[in-house]
C-alpha cells in the first residue's frame, strides 16, 4: 500500500514539474531584437533561420520558442552565439534564443 502511494505522488509530482517553456522568460526579455523568419530548406541540412539585416542566424531551439512558422514573420527574441556548436547548414552563425517578447 505504501508503494503505491508513494508511486502515486511521484506521478503527479512529475506531471506538474513537466519542462516547458518558461513564462517568465517570454515576457522579460529587455535585450530582445527583431528578426525575420526565412526557410532555408532548399538548402541541404537547413531549415527555418532568423535573418536581420544581410546576416543569417541558424538557431538550434527555434522550435522551442516558435509553434508556427512562415516566411518573413518578424520574431522578437534575444539571441546568444554558440561558436561551441557545429552544424549541417552551414549558411548561418549558430545562435540560441535566450528568451521570447
Not at 64 to 85: K, S
Request: aromatic share 10%; hydrophobic share 45%.
Amino acid at each position: 500500500m505504501s508503494k503505491l502511494i508513494i508511486v502515486i505522488i511521484s506521478i503527479l509530482s512529475f506531471g506538474f514539474l513537466q519542462c516547458d517553456r518558461p513564462a517568465d522568460m517570454e515576457n522579460n526579455c529587455p535585450n530582445a531584437e527583431f528578426y525575420t523568419m526565412a526557410n532555408f530548406s532548399n538548402l541541404d541540412g537547413c531549415s527555418w533561420m532568423l535573418i536581420k539585416g544581410d546576416q543569417r542566424y541558424d538557431v538550434i531551439n527555434l522550435h522551442d520558442y516558435f509553434e508556427t512558422f512562415g516566411e518573413d514573420v518578424a520574431a522578437n527574441v534575444e539571441l546568444v552565439e554558440r561558436p561551441d556548436m557545429m552544424g549541417i547548414c552551414q549558411a548561418g552563425i549558430i545562435s540560441e534564443i535566450i528568451c521570447k517578447q
